[in-house]
């Protein structure tokens, strides 16, 4: 057990609607990521939260937003959803916001739209 | 671009035989590599890592091997079990910018 927890495991969803993503790191840890992992694209980097701001961003979409919460907790936010957006979206969280640690994810959300 | 790349998508292996499980990258910059395994219905697990001052690492039956001249990163798993049985992803980065593999699909055969 990684100590990361994502909810819901799985959703199914229409084309257009907007879902939420929950994540809540491992205990003390400060930063968050979001992966989108799909067959043809394998993980691929979309957002780091450190201590409720974001830190970085990679290929992620502007119909998606994510953030950062006091409590550490963090959100993505997927609207206007279209069939190629189904896909495992993963959370990873670590100490620090840098990359000298590796990351520790949960075992994903799987986004299916119909 | 820069990429992180497998050389081979799947690997079949007899139980208790050793496994090598190989990664090609071509950013000369990455100072960090990372070795996940992930089980299926189950997110990334952690392995092993290395830096770039390094070229070998052990762990617990398994050994990182890091050659930066020819930008290559192996995993060897010693005396390989039925629960290693999963996708291998490397990765490699500078700072935030960690790119993961493919992935290598090891299958165990009993």
């Known amino acids: 057990d990684s100590g990361v927890t994502q909810t819901p495991k799985h959703l199914i969803t229409a084309t257009g609607q907007r879902v939420t993503l929950r994540c809540s790191p491992r205990?003390?840890?400060?930063?968050v990521y979001w992966y989108q992992q799909s067959l043809d694209q394998g993980l691929q980097f979309l957002i780091q939260?450190?201590?409720?701001?974001?830190?970085a961003k990679g290929n992620i979409l502007e119909r998606f937003s994510a953030q950062q919460f006091p409590d550490l907790h963090s959100e993505l936010n997927l609207s206007s959803l279209e069939l190629g957006d189904s896909a495992l979206y993963f959370c990873?969280?670590?100490?620090?916001?840098?990359?000298?640690?590796?990351?520790?994810f949960g075992n994903g959300t799987r986004l299916t739209v119909t | 671009g820069e990429s992180v790349g497998l050389h081979l998508p799947t690997l079949s292996v007899q139980e208790g035989d050793n496994s090598i499980i190989n990664c090609a990258y071509s950013?000369?910059?990455?100072?960090?590599f990372i070795w996940y395994k992930q089980e299926s219905g189950k997110g990334p697990q952690f392995i092993i890592d290395?830096?770039?001052?390094?070229d070998k690492r052990q762990g617990q039956r398994v050994t990182v091997l890091l050659n930066k001249t020819v930008k290559h990163l192996s995993l060897q798993i010693a005396a390989t079990q039925p629960g290693d049985s999963a996708v291998y992803f490397c990765?490699?980065?500078?700072?935030?910018?960690?790119?993961f593999g493919a992935g290598t699909r090891l299958t165990v055969k009993p």
């Open positions: 990873a969280s670590s100490p620090r916001d840098d990359r000298s640690s590796p990351l520790h």
């Open positions: 205990s003390g840890d400060l930063s």
């Open positions: 939260y450190y201590n409720g701001e974001e830190r």
């Open positions: 950013n000369s910059a990455s100072d960090y």
């Open positions: 290395i830096r770039s001052n390094m």
């Open positions: 990765a490699e980065g500078v700072a935030w910018d960690m790119r």
